[in-house]
Structures are given as structure tokens and as C-alpha cells.
């Protein structure tokens, strides 16, 4: 039982879900399924409250009593439109990645020039500066 996760994107390759995987997890509000999955256990999402709709791949023929809380709504999709959507959240997912870690990455490259002397006389930042705008305030320039 568990009271907090509510995000869950099982492994690609993935073809079975046991038995009483996710019991009670009342906060699980979306799972990404594989495409190549073909069994769901007995109550494997049993009163995970959360979930409210789910898509599952036509390959996934063997569903077990009550693996589903009866208010979900299944989906069902072909394997090829399964491994679509898995890539359209996992873009998403590298875009939220990209947005939360982008502030460390320019710090991160920063230092790295600044430990190669980048900025130093000779330096390939300081040439690429001087190139671009230090030339704008050079004598004679109008």
C-alpha cells in the first residue's frame, strides 16, 4: 500500500504485471504501459482511486478479477500507437528535465570556461567576445 506515488511508467519491454503489483495505491493517477504487454493480475490496480483512465496495448489480453477499480476507463490501443504515446511522455518528460536542470547547465559551462581560461587574453570566449561586441565600442566606429 502506498499513499504517495502517483506517477508510474513501467520498463518498455515489460510483458506482464503480477498480481497485487499496486494494490492501494490511492494516489496513482496515470501509468504508462509497454506496448509488448499481454497480462495484468488479479487486483494488480485494485482502489487505486486515482486512476481514472488508462490506456492499455491490444496485445494485453489476459486482465485478472478486478485488476482495474471499477470507475476506470479503458483505452485500448494497437501496439504501434502504444509506443507513440510512450514516446510523446517521454519527450515530455526530457523537455521538464531540460526546463528544471537548464539554470545548472549555463552555471555548470561557465565554470568549465572559466577553469580553461576561456576568458583569459588568448581565450576562445574572450576572442568570440571581442569579436561580436567589443568592436562596437572600438575607436573610429560610428
Not at 18 to 34: D, E, M, Q, R, Y
Request: positive net charge; proline residues 6%.
Amino acid at each position: 500500500m502506498c499513499s504517495t506515488l502517483s506517477y508510474f511508467v513501467f520498463p518498455a519491454h515489460l510483458t506482464a504485471i503480477g498480481n497485487g503489483a499496486f494494490h492501494s495505491c490511492s494516489a496513482l493517477k496515470c501509468i504508462v504501459l509497454p506496448a509488448d504487454l499481454t497480462f495484468i493480475g488479479d487486483n494488480a490496480f485494485r482502489f487505486c482511486v486515482a486512476l481514472t483512465r488508462v490506456t492499455l496495448p491490444t496485445t494485453c489480453t489476459a486482465i485478472g478479477v478486478n485488476a482495474f477499480p471499477p470507475t476506470t476507463n479503458l483505452v485500448r490501443l494497437p501496439p504501434a500507437l502504444m509506443r507513440a504515446l510512450r514516446l510523446w511522455y517521454d519527450l515530455v518528460d526530457a523537455a521538464l528535465a531540460y526546463k528544471r536542470c537548464r539554470w545548472r547547465l549555463y552555471g555548470w559551462l561557465e565554470r568549465a570556461q572559466l577553469r580553461l581560461d576561456s576568458y583569459g587574453v588568448g581565450g576562445a570566449a574572450r576572442k568570440r567576445d571581442l569579436d561580436e561586441f567589443e568592436s562596437d565600442f572600438a575607436p573610429g566606429h560610428a
